[in-house]
């Protein structure tokens, strides 16, 4: 074994390339000449050539050398540099591939600008057998470029197998769905398909994605947007022979009633639409079984009802109900129904009945605010976030006890709206607002904090702290045992039983001795 000198064979590569590329430049590169692998042009004074993959197709319209990160620098190599004028190679005729020979021999189908193919797909083009690139499932370019697309960009859509001479015999057209030959139905544009549902566009079957099944009615199935709920089964061929009507299981035979939108929905139940039996689904779903726009058979159907089967007839009628066990039966009659004009007055734990069960008013604080709200009511589908549902009930609560005779012993937290017919024999703790028309009965037990506008005809029991200002109207019945402080401007009629403390000044005598 020899050991290679690397850095006299990397200066013999590049005494060659200089070797080569000294005899001249080739023809400089032009913007509105096109490229394929192989090609050869120059810039600068330096030669390229065109890559023999993929990125050739990126040749045309990319001058080399480009900028970092641009098209050309994986479209174009550089041969070095070069001057003057070189001349082109003679293009080399293309290699003729071996024959295919596996299968029965024969060409496939002739390449149609347009079609639709699928990956590994086969198709001939002037002798040669050509096999599309691609994800089975995915979209691909092998309908948008010839195999023998001068621009590049077909060797990103097809690959060269072989050649070929004469034709394939046909095969048999594949089966549809469930192993029954022909194309199911056509898609048609807001159809309610569900998940798995199979439809043809085209002669080819395509069905319904399990997750992304909403988009179905809307987005045609073969296009960008499609692609995402559509997934492509195959081709087939003529139609789908029918199939018999599915049934609702065999305890239930017969169609139930029939949807109607002003009806109330709960989870289980069932309704039948042109024939078909849909199932309410369980909360939080069924909440979309009583909304507009969301009935059975509709585009958004699948938001609240399961598609169950067809029916024919209707279901025979079922015994009337019975009361439920004892634990959840309100025995003692139903509660006041609900009303919208109470809802002021539901509170936590309210207590109300309808369509014969009794219902709780929430003791939360947050939930129970929704007692309050018409939409919240029993009779609605978002009852449960206000109330409770207690249990089954039938007939009235019976009437409470006549009132009592005599008033409670303690009084109430507020004055009654109705005063009672008569006053009481007592006033009361709390004076009102406004004085009686009338006086009292009885006199109050201390004076008034504001005198009276006329004086008394009698004088009070009691005597005044003080004595008044003026003298009283109306003189006293007996004199005064001690005399006034100050003497009246007047002798008295009569004298005094007891001398005054100094005589007085006038000189006018008085009408008996002392």
Not at 243 to 257: E, F, K, N, Q
Request: some cysteine.
């Amino acid at each position: 074994m020899f050991k290679v000198n690397h850095l006299a064979l990397a200066a013999a590569l590049s005494l060659s390339v200089d070797t080569v590329s000294s005899a001249g430049c080739y023809p400089a590169f032009s913007s509105g000449a096109t490229y394929e692998a192989g090609s050869l042009s120059s810039f600068n004074s330096t030669n390229y050539q065109c890559v023999s993959s993929a990125y050739s197709q990126y040749c045309t319209g990319n001058q080399p050398p480009g900028a970092p990160g641009s098209l050309a620098t994986v479209a174009w190599t550089s041969l070095g540099a070069c001057s003057g004028t070189a001349a082109v190679p003679a293009p080399t005729a293309k290699p003729t591939p071996a024959k295919v020979t596996e299968g029965s021999g024969g060409c496939p189908q002739a390449f149609a600008l347009g079609t639709e193919y699928e990956a590994d797909e086969r198709v001939s083009l002037n002798g040669i057998v050509y096999k599309c690139f691609g994800t089975v499932g995915a979209p691909n370019w092998c309908g948008t470029y010839s195999p023998e697309d001068e621009s590049g960009a077909a060797a990103a859509a097809w690959t060269v197998v072989g050649s070929c001479s004469g034709v394939i015999p046909p095969t048999k057209a594949p089966s549809g769905a469930g192993g029954n030959p022909g194309c199911p139905k056509a898609w048609v544009s807001g159809t309610a398909y569900e998940a798995l549902d199979q439809v043809q566009v085209d002669g080819m079957i395509y069905e319904c994605d399990e997750i992304y099944y909403g988009h179905c009615p809307y987005r045609e199935p073969g296009t960008v947007p499609g692609d995402e709920s559509w997934t492509k089964k195959g081709k087939c061929e003529g139609t789908l022979a029918p199939t018999t009507a599915p049934s609702v299981p065999l305890d239930a035979p017969g169609c139930p009633a029939a949807f109607s939108a002003s009806a109330t929905y709960e989870g289980g139940d069932s309704v039948e639409v042109g024939g078909v039996v849909y199932e309410c689904k369980a909360w939080p779903y069924s909440a979309f079984c009583s909304l507009t726009n969301f009935e059975p058979g509709s585009d958004n159907s699948d938001l609240g009802w399961i598609k169950k089967g067809g029916c024919d007839g209707t279901i025979a009628p079922t015994s009337s109900p019975t009361k439920p066990p004892a634990e959840l039966y309100y025995d003692t009659g139903c509660h006041h129904p609900w009303l919208a004009s109470d809802l002021d007055t539901y509170v936590p734990g309210t207590r109300v009945s309808y369509n014969n069960y009794v219902f709780e008013c929430k003791s939360d604080i947050h939930y129970s605010k929704f007692c309050k709200q018409a939409a919240y009511s029993p009779s609605g589908i978002y009852w449960s976030l206000a109330w409770n549902k207690i249990a089954w009930c039938e007939g009235t609560m019976a009437p409470t006890s006549t009132p009592s005779a005599e008033p409670s012993l303690t009084p109430s937290a507020e004055p009654s709206l109705k005063p009672s017919a008569s006053p009481s024999d007592e006033p009361s703790l709390k004076p009102s607002a406004s004085p009686s028309d009338e006086p009292s009965l009885k006199p109050s037990a201390e004076p008034s904090l504001k005198p009276s506008a006329e004086p008394s005809l009698e004088p009070s029991l009691k005597p005044s702290a003080s004595p008044s200002d003026e003298p009283s109207l109306k003189p006293s019945a007996e004199p005064s045992l001690e005399p006034s402080l100050k003497p009246s401007d007047e002798p008295s009629l009569e004298p005094t039983l007891k001398p005054s403390s100094s005589p007085s000044t006038t000189q006018m005598p008085s009408d008996k001795p002392n």
